[in-house]
């Protein structure tokens, strides 16, 4: 194991040890400070889980704020999976709160009935929002809701929900009288706001006075564009391992649109100065990057992601699975190798659907003839053209099977595909007996 391997999994435990605690502290509070109490066990748990579900919610803000810190062990997209769990746990604590006081001996005009005081129909506010949100991500995808208004309910939920939950709890908790107790909700909400506002609006504030400026466009495939981006004037690129991705807002003419994406850097760190990102046409925004022109400018925040063969320099020999777009930190890797001279030998079986959707395919045949990494690529056609000579159908288990024997564990696995190719390959490769370790890939989605 190397040594980044090793700082990075204790890193990861010190992070997951300190989450579990925090989450946990108002109970660790209550035992140490008030350890008796007259409510009955269920009245008692439904107020504790209460306590829990805030602390969860509250770090909630601090896990989304994308803080370089926080995520550097994890890599984003496993930090965001995360997110979405401790989202449901959270929801499913707060929601069994006042059923569970009920059964526990409350009374239930607290749930139902009209004549309660202020701080009760904060709580029932907070509970109709909560339970609102829990729907409407149960069907996001049956009602085909756009990720942009899913981003804009989402953030109005979090901040109605926190506040009502904080002085529904400041006012109606027993426990919350403790000294200690309300210190611990007021750490809790400030860390909340103070990611919060870190993420929405200080760090936005201070990427728009150091933009970046698009200075080349060039086309690569059918639909598939490279933009370079170079740093401000005076200002140094940040480092990044090939194959992390950042995130990009185009600032360029008046009408097109100004949203925020997640692009993977297809640029080696060697190259001095620029960023390159290439992507593809697949929706409402990046049907208009074509347009983007030299001159304009965009805010980059990055780099994120372990998704990078740098972060194992014990493995030696590699297989790189790609599909479509996937190519791309494939491509910054097989660049950082060629430029580095790294020692490595690599076999890329590459899947698109025909010969003009293969990305860096001149590049690519240039690796390959110049004999870097010793490189060997397969491209696999699903459509492709009566004169293709190569591959053909999809790049599927039966391909995968196939096309990367030996199965051997000495080999490492790199997968970037879409979502059905990869869960495919990866249960290929884990039923030929190819340890965990060895099978790397990153499944991104917000």
């Known amino acids: 194991m190397s040594s980044d391997e090793t700082s990075g999994q204790s890193g990861a435990l010190a992070r997951m040890l300190a989450y579990v605690v925090i989450v946990l502290s108002p109970l660790i509070i209550v035992a140490l400070v008030r350890p008796a109490t007259d409510h009955s066990f269920v009245y008692t748990i ?3 889980l209460a306590l829990v579900g805030f602390a969860i919610f509250a770090m909630q803000f601090v896990l989304s704020a994308r803080l370089k810190w926080i995520e550097r062990p994890f890599g984003l997209n496993l930090l965001f999976s995360f997110h979405k769990t401790m989202a449901v746990v959270a929801s499913l604590l707060v929601l069994s709160h006042p059923v569970l006081l009920v059964l526990g001996g409350g009374k239930r005009s607290l749930v139902l009935g009209p004549e309660v005081n202020w701080h009760i129909w904060l709580g029932r506010i907070a509970m109709v929002v909560i339970l609102f949100h829990v729907m409407l991500a149960s069907f996001r995808l049956i009602i085909r809701l756009n990720y942009e208004t899913w981003r804009f309910i989402h953030n109005v939920v979090a901040l109605v929900f926190l506040p009502l939950a904080f002085l529904h709890s400041w006012k109606a908790g027993g426990d919350l009288q403790l000294p200690a107790m309300r210190v611990l909700w007021v750490m809790l909400f400030g860390s909340a706001v103070a990611a919060y506002g870190w993420h929405r609006f200080v760090r936005p504030l201070r990427l728009r006075r150091e933009p970046y400026t698009v ?5 690569e495939a059918d639909g ?13 690129r940040f480092d990044f391992l090939p194959g992390q991705f950042q995130f990009l807002t185009f600032r360029r003419a ?3 649109p100004v949203e925020e994406h997640h692009w993977t ?25 074509g347009e983007t022109k030299p001159g304009d400018t965009a805010l980059v925040c990055g780099p994120f992601g372990r998704f990078s063969y740098a972060l194992h320099p014990e493995q030696r020999d590699l297989v790189f699975l790609a599909g479509g777009i996937g190519i791309t930190p494939l491509m910054a890797m097989l660049r950082h190798i060629r430029d580095t001279q790294a020692k490595r030998t690599v076999t890329l079986l590459y899947g698109n659907t025909n010969e003009q959707d293969i990305t860096f395919r001149d590049e690519l045949a240039e690796m390959e003839r110049t004999g870097v990494a010793s490189l060997k690529v397969v491209h696999i056609l699903s459509k492709p053209s009566a004169e293709w000579r190569g591959e053909r159908g999809r790049l599927d288990a039966e391909m995968v099977a196939k096309l990367c024997r030996p199965l051997g564990v000495d ?7 879409p979502p059905a190719a990869m869960s495919q390959a990866i249960r290929v490769l884990r039923q030929a007996g190819v340890p965990p370790r060895r099978i790397h890939f990153e499944r991104f989605s917000l």
């Open 265 to 289: 850097i297809s640029s080696s760190p060697t190259e001095t100065g620029v960023l390159r990102t290439t992507i593809k046409e697949s929706g409402d925004f990046t049907a208009t990057i």
């Open 46 to 48: 439904g107020k504790n």
């Open 411 to 417: 080999r490492a696995y790199y997968l970037c595909a």
């Open 224 to 236: 598939v564009w490279t933009i370079a981006l170079a740093a401000p004037v005076g200002v140094p």
């Open 254 to 256: 008046a009408h097109l």
């Open 215 to 219: 200075t080349d466009l060039r086309k």
